[in-house]
């Protein structure tokens, strides 16, 4: 029986009598026409059976796009002739089958049915091996920098412990992305990872979120409910944002850290909880400590280990292997043969200045697949700003270097020296602008720059640079 499989049929090839004698097994049948192959790429199916004149032509590329799709249904193509010739390159193309389209109803079924049947257990697997693809591991992390890898050495020893971490970084770096690959490498994997955005909620919300509560604590609580401290037992609780907490909420989460439990919202019994605790923030914590906006006794608490993921503008070197590695990671999600991209164009990429770190890198590189004519991404699929930035900083540092370096001199340089000399020197020169139009507010700073104040006081700090002189 075929109960609950899905198949899509060309009705220009394939008989009513096929169609019912899989409906008779139990299977859910969809039809469709050349005129509306669109629905293959709007549906989730097990099973397509279509004719090759219902494909778009080139029909190899026409295979590979459809079996490349995210849940990629079993094809099984009719071919009006020289059927054996086109098997091998339709099955090395993603196909099942490669069938004539003068085959008997009868025999045509059954072998759809056992097609079916190992398309439901491949499927079966990959529901198991589900883990190793949408959970990230730490290995997922590209360190080809001297920056990222200082980082994940660091990260690689507290994997194994229960100690509370704070992860800092700007926004987009993967801050939860390394909370959950963290939990995903400890002894606590085998249970929840509980993940809560503190600056998405209002207050009462909130501790509602964190806490749980009892039926009737405040209007609206028909039922109790649990809250992410008592979903996340035995597991892991990531706090993102946690510098958005209210005070009243913090002495709360403070006395979960130090006395493993808490209380419902509308209850006077306590609960214990066996959690890990991981926070994020892209604030400057400390600076909260010393404006009264947080608590020291929490910031101690939480911040026993602290991780700064390095922004993507200080690890050009990861790009190009993290582009690749995105490129072939989005292909089969997206639906697209995309599988290159052009020296010129990933030059591009490495020379931008990237405010919106790996997740802006992300949208860009699908943007660009799905815009894509061929297989590989040129700079005409790339966004202006990004091709705009190029131009304008080869131009900048042109000026730089013939400037600070004298006419000749840097010639006889290596390019290693060559480049860290002219990113100081922007770098500084960027800084000292940004101060002297924020009258030297590092806060200002820091929010034109997109990066938090602690990060500014650090590149003053390396530059020499006083903010009090603006």
């Known amino acids: ?258 006395g493993k439990e808490f209380q419902k919202v509308g209850s006077e019994k306590s609960m214990k909880v066996d959690v890990r605790i991981m926070a994020a923030t892209n604030r400057d914590l400390w600076a909260e400590v010393e404006k009264g906006n947080f608590r020291k006794d929490l910031y101690y608490r939480i911040c026993v280990v602290s991780l700064t993921i390095p922004p993507l503008s200080e690890r050009k070197d990861d790009i190009p292997e993290l582009v690749h590695s995105y490129i072939e990671y989005l292909a089969p999600r997206i639906g697209v043969t995309v599988d290159s991209i052009t020296d010129q164009a990933l030059n591009s990429l490495v020379e931008y200045s990237w405010p919106g770190n790996v997740r802006e890198l992300i949208n860009i590189l699908e943007r660009a697949m799905l815009l894509c004519d061929s297989s590989t991404i040129t700079g005409n699929e790339l966004p202006e700003e990004i091709l705009q930035t190029k131009m304008s900083d080869c131009n900048e540092i042109l000026n730089l270097i013939n400037k600070s370096m004298g006419s000749g001199e840097w010639m006889e340089k290596p390019w290693k020296d060559v480049r860290k000399y002219i990113l100081e020197h922007c770098e500084k020169l960027y800084i000292e602008n940004l101060l002297e139009k924020s009258n030297g507010n590092v806060e200002i700073v820091a929010e034109k720059a997109g990066i938090s104040s602690r990060a500014v006081y650090y590149k003053l700090k390396t530059y020499g640079i006083s903010a009090k002189s603006y």
Not at 84 to 96: D, L, M, P, R, W
Not at 115 to 131: C, S, Y
Not at 223 to 231: D, I, N, V
């Open 1 to 258: 029986m075929l109960v609950k499989v899905s198949i899509l049929v060309s009705c220009d090839k394939t008989s009513l009598k096929l169609c019912e004698m899989l409906r008779e097994q139990g299977a859910i049948v969809y039809e469709f026409s050349k005129a509306d192959i669109s629905k293959i790429f709007q549906g989730e199916y097990d099973l397509v059976v279509i004719s090759e004149d219902c494909l778009q032509e080139p029909v190899i590329e026409s295979i590979k796009l459809i079996s490349n799709l995210p849940n990629a249904p079993s094809l099984v193509v009719f071919a009006e002739s020289e059927v054996e010739k086109k098997q091998a390159k339709y099955v090395s193309a993603g196909c099942a089958a490669t069938l004539s389209s003068n085959i008997q109803d009868e025999i045509l079924c059954e072998a759809l049915k056992a097609i079916l049947k190992k398309h439901v257990a491949f499927q079966n697997e990959l529901i198991g091996k589900k883990r190793l693809i949408d959970e990230p591991r730490l290995s997922d992390f590209v360190s080809q920098s001297d920056s990222m890898q200082i980082f994940m050495d660091l990260a690689k020893r507290v994997v194994k412990s229960d100690t509370s971490i704070l992860i800092l970084g700007e926004t987009g770096v993967g801050k939860e992305r390394l909370a959950l690959a963290i939990h995903g490498e400890s002894k606590r994997k085998p249970f929840p990872f509980i993940a809560l955005n503190c600056a998405a909620l209002p207050d009462a919300l909130l501790e509602s979120e964190l806490f749980g509560h009892e039926k009737g604590a405040f209007t609206g609580a028909f039922k109790s409910r649990k809250g992410a401290f008592e979903l996340a037992h035995q597991g892991t609780i990531f706090l993102d944002e946690i510098g958005d907490m209210p005070l009243h909420l913090q002495a709360k989460l403070l006395r979960v850290l130090q």
